[in-house]
């Protein structure tokens, strides 16, 4: 009987975590890079709350997208911004999973044959640096370089936890979104 009940708490304990994400995979300010992003960068980015998605204001062109096998995807440079002090955490939205995942994990690439979908993340917490007094403009937030992975032209829908809000955005890869 108390092996039971013993299984049936550790069910129980269990059903929450099995229901929610994953973890987010975290990067933190020592794994971020530093350079001058130039005048108006914020202008030609995509921005909820503390984190800018720097070039997303336009799109990928359709042509930057090469034709990948299923379950692979192309890994596309997106440079994340994040405010100094702030600790965000970008999330794939659940319609997009299928089709788009998160490469700021260290993922390797060398060929135009993509990557598979499943090496990406559907999580990122980005923990910014402190602030730095500094009349450089890239010292306005801390920069994490890496990858949005793509499987062909679309719309990638993310969530951005942020200062407990929850803020939506559509980023586009060669594709139009409404």
């Known amino acids: 009987m108390r092996v039971v009940v013993a299984l ?14 994953p973890e987010p995979y975290v990067r933190t300010c020592s794994s971020s890079a530093y350079g001058d992003l130039g005048q108006g960068w914020r202008e030609r980015a995509i921005v909820a709350g503390h984190v800018a998605f720097v070039g997303m204001s336009g799109s990928y062109n359709r042509m930057q997208l090469d034709p990948v096998g299923a379950g692979r995807a192309n890994p596309l440079k997106v440079l994340v911004v994040v405010d100094p002090n702030a600790a965000p955490t970008v999330t794939i939205a659940p319609r997009s ?11 390797r690439h060398k060929d135009s044959t993509g990557v598979p979908l499943a090496d990406g993340t559907p999580s990122v917490q980005f923990r910014a640096c402190r602030l730095v007094r500094s009349r450089e403009p890239w010292n306005r937030g801390t920069q994490f370089p890496g990858y949005f992975l793509v499987a062909g032209p679309r719309c990638v829908h993310v969530d951005v936890a942020t200062q407990g809000k929850l803020l939506r955005r559509k980023l586009s890869f060669g594709a139009r979104c409404s």
């Open 97 to 107: 999973r299928a089709h788009a995942a998160l490469g700021y994990n260290g993922i």
């Open 8 to 21: 049936l708490l550790a069910l129980v304990a269990a059903v929450p975590a099995l229901a929610g994400d």
